[in-house]
């Protein structure tokens, strides 16, 4: 039997070569697919930027898929500039979280961290302030006006991968455009899909969320 934390590593990273990936699914829903069929502007990317720079704080539930169909979920927060926070449970083994400067993935039954620099990881265009989603973004046509596509990457380090960002118009949302999902690739051609529900802006979070206790001193986690 795959223990979950295996399964959510492989659904969670594409792990090759050192690179680090939050993945893709094999298809988006019909009303999210991007189609070369509407013309977009630079405006939308404008309008994706102040999105992403409108959100201090958000908190949303998350459920991921991989290419075989196998899917976990839990609770993502996030807290600009460069904090995130991925958790699976009190059940779960499994802890993925950004500090702001680093990526670990912390898995509690083996006791083994991980770790990465913040821009080695496509993710890194949702919350990593160096990465500038106008500099390295780029409109994918999409079938509908009220969905926008961007695809991410930086086209002098393909080894970081890109990510697809998936958003759809609400006007309660930063920028009247909520993040609803994203799509990724490493340059292994790992893939999985994260969509986003539930989403809660500005709600209070404390730097204190994006710290974890170090099952490599401990062999047990905290509750």
Avoid: C
């Avoid at 492989?10 to 090759?16: A, E, I, Q, R, S």
């Avoid at 009190?90 to 006791?111: C, H, Q, R, T």
């Avoid at 160096?130 to 930086?154: A, C, F, M």
Wanted: charge should be positive; charged fraction near 20%; aromatic fraction near 8%.
């Amino acid at each position: 039997m795959t223990r979950f934390s295996d399964t959510a590593r492989t659904l969670m990273l594409g792990l090759g070569a050192g690179t680090l990936a939050l993945g893709l699914v094999p298809a988006l829903p019909a009303s999210l697919a991007p189609a070369p069929l509407a013309a977009q502007s630079a405006s939308d990317l404008d309008a994706v930027v102040a999105a992403l720079r409108g959100i201090s704080t958000m908190r949303a539930d998350f459920t991921q898929t991989d290419r075989a169909g196998n899917v976990a979920a839990g609770v993502m927060t996030l807290k600009r500039p460069g904090k995130i926070r991925f958790d699976y449970g009190k059940d779960s083994d499994l802890l993925v979280i950004s500090n702001g400067k680093s990526l670990f993935v912390v898995d509690y039954e083996v006791a083994q961290v991980e770790r990465w620099p913040i821009g080695n990881s496509p993710l890194g265009a949702l919350f990593d302030p160096q990465r500038d989603v106008k500099r390295y973004g780029k409109l994918i046509p999409t079938s509908n006006k009220d969905v926008i596509s961007v695809e991410v990457r930086d086209p002098k380090k393909p080894e970081f991968g890109m990510i697809n960002l998936i958003f759809v118009r609400k006007a309660a949302a930063p920028g009247g455009w909520q993040l609803a999902q994203w799509v990724a690739l490493d340059a292994q051609n790992h893939r999985t899909r994260v969509q986003l529900s539930n989403q809660r802006y500005g709600v209070p979070v404390a730097d204190s969320t994006f710290t974890f206790k170090d099952p490599r001193r401990t062999a047990r986690r905290p509750g």
